[in-house]
């Protein structure tokens, strides 16, 4: 048998050869003349057995001998029964499709390019019944008073209703809401890096909200609601590739809206 060991442990895919030694050639060894006879004797030895001791998290892995052609036992094939002429059972693993897994990470895929026509494409927006759920649209990224995190909505033929648009100065959505970002919502935001939002427009009522606590609160006036109650599907408007929204089962992506926005956010940035 080969004996050897290796560094690591299971589960670590460290699978480094750190020693081998055939028993055989154990006195053959040319950085080690003068090995003891009784080295090759252990390997011609009928060993039954190993024991360790003391080595506590290790692990040892023996691979047989191959015996040389010439002398290796014949083998007796198996006995063969005829072929069964029933029909192979199918599973019920192998006939039902692997269902999608949510919720998904995707980026907020810019619709205000060309092969977006410009945000008037619906294939690059998110179908979603914005008024009846409790679901909202929830988007990483960096808060602060320069860029606006924009979203445009749409209703069911596809006409925009308006956008949503909000940083760290100010909340706006056009044409029923214009004000600052009240200061609670602003300490709200991550200290670095990317912060979680929710906006939610159940009921006729934005919100948003960040870990699930609503910081901002508007209920439309009658006009507004009825025109933003219209709202079925929603995009994003000129937002980075580092992004991101979470796509849940309820929603019906667009074909362009994919993990890399259809070509236009590469995986491998």
Same mark, same amino acid.
């Given at each position: ?23 055989? !050639? $154990?006195?053959?060894? /040319?950085? !080690? ?6 080295? $090759?004797?252990?390997?011609? *030895? ?26 290796? *036992? ?8 005829? #072929?069964?002429?029933?029909? +192979? ?73 308006? !956008?949503?648009?909000?940083?760290? !100065? ?7 809401? #214009?004000?600052?970002? /009240? ?10 890096? $990317? ?21 901002? =609160?508007?209920? +439309? ?9 219209? $709202? ?7 937002? #980075? ?8 089962? =309820?929603? =019906? ?5 994919? *993990? ?10």
């Amino acid at each position: 048998a080969v004996v050897s060991t290796q560094s690591g442990h299971y589960g670590r895919g460290n699978d480094d050869l750190q020693y081998s030694q055939l028993w055989d !050639k $154990a006195d053959v060894n /040319p950085r !080690k003349p003068d090995l003891p006879e009784n080295c $090759a004797a252990l390997g011609a *030895a009928d060993v039954d057995r190993i024991i360790f001791r003391h080595m506590s998290g290790e692990y040892i892995r023996a691979v047989p001998k191959e015996q040389p052609d010439e002398i290796r *036992a014949p083998t007796t094939p198996p006995a063969t029964t005829p #072929a069964s002429t029933r029909p +192979l059972a199918t599973t019920h693993a192998a006939s039902t499709p692997v269902p999608d897994i949510f919720p998904k990470y995707y980026p907020t895929c810019n619709c205000w390019t060309r092969e977006c026509g410009y945000c008037s494409k619906m294939e690059c927006t998110v179908k979603h019944d914005l008024i009846g759920s409790e679901q909202g649209v929830k988007v990483s990224s960096v808060l602060n008073r320069k860029e606006l995190n924009t979203i445009v909505l749409y209703d069911e033929e596809g006409e925009q209703v308006g !956008k949503f648009k909000w940083n760290m !100065k100010g909340i706006y959505l056009d044409g029923c809401i #214009a004000c600052r970002t /009240p200061w609670r919502l602003r300490r709200a935001k991550a200290a670095e890096g $990317a912060t979680e939002w929710e906006f939610t427009l159940t009921d006729g009522i934005v919100r948003i909200k960040i870990d699930g606590e609503v910081l901002y =609160e508007s209920r +439309l006036r009658a006009e507004c609601a009825g025109v933003y109650r219209r $709202a079925t599907r929603f995009a994003f408007y000129n937002m #980075a590739c580092e992004n991101t929204f979470t796509l849940i089962e =309820e929603m =019906e992506p667009g074909s362009s809206v994919t *993990a890399d926005c259809a070509g236009a956010c590469p995986l491998d940035q």
